[in-house]
């Protein structure tokens, strides 16, 4: 599956974006789908993750409450709706997805920048 991340910015602290990763060549039925960020200088990190099999959620700590992470079945989509940014937040953000059966995430996208002013 190819994947397509959309919709970074740049945004004041406390506004709100929302990207998307679009999956082309297949739907996303039977894989789970995560958001990794990468800052400067920094270690790729988990963001969110929406798994195919329950549809059940999982987030960093670092963006409970803030962030949700939800698939769109007619637009064959995975959005992650962002609200009150931080500008830690900056970096950019990766969609990934793996067969629900599978241990890692093999298919990435590539990429959007997300950059949260002061």
Do not use: H
């Not at 406390?14 to 060549?25: D, K, P, V």
């Not at 995560?34 to 920094?42: C, M, S, T, V």
């Not at 629900?100 to 990429?111: E, K």
Request: hydrophobic share 35%; net charge positive.
């Amino acid at each position: 599956v190819q994947l397509q991340a959309s919709g970074g910015g740049l945004v004041q602290a406390g506004g709100s974006l929302r990207l998307s990763c679009a999956a082309s060549g297949r739907t996303f039925s039977g894989y789970d789908v995560a958001w990794f960020r990468q800052a400067p200088g920094k270690e790729r990190e988990f963001v969110a993750t929406i798994r195919w099999s329950v549809g059940g959620t999982i987030y960093a700590d670092s963006v409970k409450g803030r962030f949700t992470i939800s698939r769109d079945n007619t637009k064959n989509t995975v959005d992650l709706q962002m609200n009150s940014l931080k500008p830690e937040d900056t970096a950019v953000y990766y969609c990934a997805a793996k067969f629900s059966l599978d241990t890692s995430y093999n298919y990435w996208g590539q990429g959007t920048q997300v950059t949260v002013s002061s």
